[in-house]
């Protein structure tokens, strides 16, 4: 049985109960993905480490993105929910609390932030591969379609699976 720990790291004052309703959404959702598979990943809240499988960014929103004041790079589409980059062999991935353009930012549910949340982990766990490859066939819908879809397909099951038991270094 192979345990694989995903910590989640807030960027925001979000308060506890709303962060704890975002955790469960987030586990439920890598439950279904694990199903069935005696391996088992367990989330939480806190700092992240370097024993982390994988580290995601909780941000206010693009402005605040803390991948681009750690791995900086061209500028990030304020419209995207959540983004991934790997830099030196570092890969960071984020998603944000207030999602849209500047002036028509909207939350979304305990649901929605999880779905972006699974998708960011897919390009993150899948460093080397282009938007077509995760956003196409290979990426196989569901999750890795964008915007993210549930239920998790089949084929984001496998590569969920498979992506978490590589170890890559992650932006703490």
Not at 90 to 100: A, M, N, P, W
Not at 111 to 129: D, I, R, V
């Amino acid at each position: 049985m192979a345990s694989s720990s995903v910590r989640l790291v807030d960027h925001t004052s979000t308060p506890d109960t709303w962060r704890q309703g975002l955790k469960k959404a987030i586990q439920d959702l890598f439950d279904q993905c694990f199903a069935g598979t005696s391996d088992k990943v367990t989330v939480e809240w806190g700092t992240g480490a370097a024993t982390d499988n994988l580290v995601l960014h909780f941000v206010e929103d693009v402005e605040h993105s803390y991948i681009q004041q750690k791995l900086p790079g061209d500028p990030i589409k304020e419209f995207i929910g959540g983004h991934t980059r790997t830099q030196n062999k570092v890969t960071g991935s984020e998603f944000y609390k207030l999602i849209g353009k500047k002036g028509q930012r909207s939350r979304a549910t305990y649901t929605g932030y999880a779905k972006l949340a699974l998708h960011e982990s897919m390009h993150n766990l899948f460093p080397g591969w282009t938007e077509a490859d995760m956003h196409g066939p290979a990426g196989g819908g569901g999750l890795a379609a964008s915007p993210p879809q549930l239920p998790p397909t089949e084929k984001n099951k496998e590569l969920m699976r498979r992506g978490l038991s590589i170890k890559n270094a992650q932006l703490l």
